[in-house]
């Protein structure tokens, strides 16, 4: 049985919200230090790519625009979804083409759209790049309301933060705490200069769960410290 549920975004969501306007002058060029990124960035193009055909695609929480450009040589038609004004903008600014919809005000905010979903037509594809998933604390919620805009049969590519992803951060950013929020699952509160977000590494068997409902797990790859997820919808 499908779950409608009633609910306002997080103070969580909007805590991580208001730490991307705050980074967004500088979120490429943090990605750009871990020259790892540029290998992971590549992969997902090549398995999104050779997995949807075409068609609209849902770039979910598409950030400073970065899949944008191999995703409109690739003929899809895109709806661009960002909830931090910052990181939008400097999307629309770099990308002024007609194939591309940005979603602004209440239509960003995916806890609603079991009740006012943000586009008419359904997306053929979701695409959720760099850890998306993992800034949101709500899975059930999210995976309710994304499969309530996407096509039966359609795929969801995603890439998640891993178990790698509590080892390594010591060296990067340099300040984290960790607490269990559930056997499976890890919440860490990162803080990047005087900037604080809320960063939730779920396990493959949470995201599985989560999910179920809705979509079928098709495959999941290791890269780096980032999980690459396909899901069908069923």
């Not at 008419?120 to 959720?128: G, V």
């Not at 390594?168 to 005087?194: A, D, H, Q, T």
């Not at 590494?201 to 890269?223: C, H, T, W």
Request: hydrophobic residues 40%; glycine residues 4%.
């Amino acid at each position: 049985m499908a779950w409608t549920p009633t609910k306002e975004i997080s103070s969580t969501n909007k805590k991580n919200i208001a730490f991307y306007n705050e980074i967004a002058a500088n979120y490429d060029a943090i990605l750009d230090q871990e020259s790892s990124n540029e290998v992971v960035r590549k992969r997902v193009k090549e398995k999104f790519i050779s997995t949807v055909k075409a068609g609209r695609v849902l770039d979910f929480g598409g950030g400073t625009g970065r899949d944008l450009n191999w995703l409109l040589d690739n003929q899809y038609k895109i709806i661009f979804c960002e909830p931090s004004k910052q990181m939008r903008q400097k999307a629309i600014d770099e990308h002024k083409n007609n194939n591309i919809t940005f979603l602004e005000n209440d239509k960003v905010d995916f806890t609603n759209w079991h009740i006012d979903p943000p586009f008419a037509i359904k997306a053929d594809a979701i695409l959720s790049n760099f850890a998306v998933i993992n800034c949101i604390d709500d899975i059930e919620l999210l995976f309710n309301n994304l499969a309530q805009i996407i096509k039966p049969g359609g795929h969801f590519i995603a890439l998640m933060l891993n178990d790698k992803y509590k080892k390594n951060w010591r060296g990067k950013l340099r300040e984290f705490v960790r607490s269990l929020v559930s056997p499976k699952s890890v919440v860490m509160n990162i803080k990047y200069k005087e900037h604080e977000q809320t960063v939730y590494v779920y396990s493959p068997k949470k995201i599985k769960n989560a999910s179920a409902v809705y979509f079928d797990m098709r495959s999941q790859e290791a890269l780096f410290q980032f999980t690459l997820f396909h899901l069908i919808r069923k």
